[in-house]
């Protein structure tokens, strides 16, 4: 069920390659990172040195008696959101959580009473239960407030462990016209839905439904509906596949804030959490911020975010790496919490609350083949006030429309390896407008990290461009068309 009505990365074992960038600026910057011996990468296939694969999921064990109300759990070191989508499932509970809510649990126990079982898998976080209007329990879980528990938790199967992109068959996110007098409340009420999200400035809800044929019944009333603009599917975007590989050493960051402050060129990384940075790099991020529920579970190796946030500070560097220090700081917003996939709502929400925190590039090193008009929409606007947005193209070969590195407002990146040409795991479809060095080398906990792919091509570029708007004073938008001049991707002879 896909609709729109009007309204994934491959690692590569090869040396390290040099990422060539086209055209006479481009090949100046290749020299430049040729003598410094930089190598650049993407943090969507990752490899650790000890060669071991990092899983895409833990497996959980819940088992709700419905005659006695008790729970079994057995559960090894698994992130809380992902734990709460399954006891969501399990249960047939509505669990909200209060945002930035984030524990790893490990509990093991048997024939347990919710008040005895919650204790242990929440840990330091309070909790309550309300009868639901469909004679149901809604549970809250806070750190504050009841109140503030407003993150809907999405009932996880088994199988749903691992990241399936695409839409979502039993949600539907609602447009409504300007001045609409539509009550989401009541439309949900109406329809046997849960509202389970809402993003008032754009007029814009989402319903979740007890099943895709309860989701599709409902389309009908709600295209009917002289309140409502346009109809579209939650789209589930799963976090890049990580590998494994291990590298020479990398060149430290030795990047450093500008003296005495002014204004700011501040890059928003909407991605995965980012890890604890050394001192150094973590004096050019600009806190963290979550729009999703839970945090992944440490496992030693560095985040798709981590990798990335890095990348950018390896960009910023080829442009801007005068004595004075750099205006240039990263703003991580994560979007996938403790999950292995987002959702173009939660994109969406990661660009507003970046934007509205002064943003002005945007990095997005996500995506899949599903297109959000939403998206389009916010990614749009962006660029009407002055942004730049900056997506990768994907990491499977050929020619076809990813988004939203496809979408209108965006600039699509792709990896080039170091005579470039395009990489061989590299998307190079029309979207694809600029080109990034394909492989990067990072450091976390103490190794040498490589890793391959678009990502990392795309958030160098964001690095780059944001490194020569503070050099030359330039706006973002400026950015975009110098970009176009020093970083172009030249599709093959022949295309």
Not at 251 to 277: C, H, K, N, W, Y
Not at 323 to 331: A, E, H, S
Not at 364 to 377: C, K, R, V, Y
Request: proline share 7%; charged share 20%.
């Amino acid at each position: 069920m896909r609709q729109h009505d009007s309204i994934g990365s491959k690692p590569r074992k090869s040396p390290i390659a040099l990422d060539a960038l086209t055209g006479s600026i481009g090949l100046l910057l290749l020299v430049s990172l040729i003598a410094c011996g930089v190598a650049c990468c993407d943090a969507a296939d990752l490899e650790p040195s000890d060669k071991a694969t990092r899983p895409t999921a833990v497996p959980i064990v819940l088992r709700w008696n419905t005659q006695s109300s008790r729970l079994t759990a057995s559960v090894r070191r698994v992130a809380l959101g992902r734990v709460l989508g399954r006891l969501a499932k399990t249960t047939g509970w509505q669990i909200f959580v209060e945002p930035e809510t984030h524990r790893s649990v490990d509990v093991a126990f048997t024939n347990l009473a919710p008040a005895e079982a919650l204790p242990r898998i929440l840990g330091e976080f309070s909790f309550s239960f309300a009868p639901t209007e469909r004679g149901g329990k809604e549970l809250r879980i806070y750190r504050t407030s009841a109140d503030a528990a407003t993150s809907a938790i999405d009932p996880l199967d088994d199988d749903e462990f691992q990241a399936r992109p695409g839409p979502i068959p039993n949600e539907w996110i609602v447009r409504l016209k300007p001045g609409s007098k539509l009550s989401p409340e009541a439309l949900a009420k109406r329809l046997k839905a849960r509202l389970v999200g809402r993003m008032d400035d754009l007029r814009t809800f989402r319903l979740r439904f007890d099943s895709p044929d309860d989701a599709s019944s409902a389309r009908g009333t709600l295209l009917a509906d002289p309140e409502i603009a346009a109809l579209e599917n939650n789209i589930r975007l799963p976090i890049p596949e990580p590998g494994v590989s291990g590298g020479p050493p990398s060149e430290s960051v030795t990047l450093r804030p500008r003296a005495g402050g002014g204004d700011q060129v501040v890059v928003a990384l909407i991605d995965t959490s980012v890890q604890s940075l050394n001192s150094n790099m973590e004096s050019l991020l600009l806190g963290r911020v979550s729009v999703a529920v839970g945090s992944p579970v440490a496992d030693g190796a560095p985040t798709h975010g981590t990798v990335m946030a890095q990348d950018i500070l390896q960009g910023v560097g080829r442009a801007d790496s005068g004595v004075d220090g750099t205006r240039v700081r990263i703003l991580p917003v994560d979007v996938y919490g403790g999950e292995v996939s987002t959702t173009t709502w939660n994109v969406v929400r990661g660009l507003e609350a970046a934007a509205a925190r002064g943003a002005t590039v945007f990095n997005l090193s996500l995506g899949g083949a599903e297109d959000s008009p939403l998206l389009d929409e916010v990614i749009a606007s962006i660029r009407a006030q002055g942004g730049l947005v900056l997506a990768a193209t994907g990491n499977t070969p050929g020619i076809g429309l990813t988004y939203p590195s496809a979408s209108p407002g965006a600039l699509g990146v792709t990896a080039v390896d170091s005579t470039g040409v395009p990489a061989g795991y590299a998307n190079t479809g029309p979207q694809a407008r600029l080109a990034g060095p394909g492989t990067t080398l990072i450091q976390f906990g103490g190794q040498n990290w490589v890793t391959q792919g678009t990502s990392g091509a795309t958030a160098w570029v964001s690095g780059l461009a944001a490194g020569w708007m503070s050099q030359s004073g330039a706006s973002a938008s400026q950015a975009g068309q110098w970009l176009q001049t020093a970083v172009p991707f030249k599709p093959p002879a022949g295309r």
